[in-house]
């Protein structure tokens, strides 16, 4: 049975740094790409960041790039994703989802797992 458990959300204010965490289960986590999401309310789910399976490439939604940083390690199965200067229009649901290609790893489509998410909230 796959699984992929998020952890690590939380109220935080503006400026603050969290990580979060995903835990992964019932299938080969090493040969699969990793993706973060997340699902601002009111909004369509976008994405975050990726990760391919050995770690060697990442790609970042531009709005991220130099704050946030995705991580794994493979033998524990998790993947990690590490925001800075954190701002109130991050407030979402974030989600981690299972790819087993790195083609487009920004497109949702791609993913055939997904976690039940996380509530980051960020405060003004």
């Known amino acids: 049975q796959v699984q992929l458990v998020e952890s690590g959300g939380g109220l935080v204010q503006a400026g603050d740094s969290l990580r979060l965490s995903c835990a992964a289960s019932?299938?080969?986590?090493?040969?699969?790409?990793m993706g973060w999401f997340r699902h601002p309310p009111g909004k369509e789910r976008e994405f975050v960041a990726a990760?391919?399976?050995?770690?060697?490439?990442?790609h970042y939604q531009n709005s991220v790039e130099g704050r946030f940083t995705i991580s794994r390690d493979n033998a524990k199965n998790s993947v990690y994703l590490q925001m800075a200067s954190l701002k109130p229009e991050e407030t979402a649901v974030y989600f981690c989802?299972?790819?087993?290609?790195?083609?487009?790893?920004?497109?949702?489509?791609?993913?055939?797992?997904w976690g039940q998410g996380t509530q980051v909230d960020v405060s003004s």
């Open positions: 990760i391919s399976s050995s770690g060697g490439a990442t």
């Open positions: 019932g299938f080969r986590f090493s040969r699969f790409t």
């Open positions: 989802a299972a790819s087993p290609k790195y083609l487009r790893p920004w497109l949702s489509s791609e993913y055939d797992y």
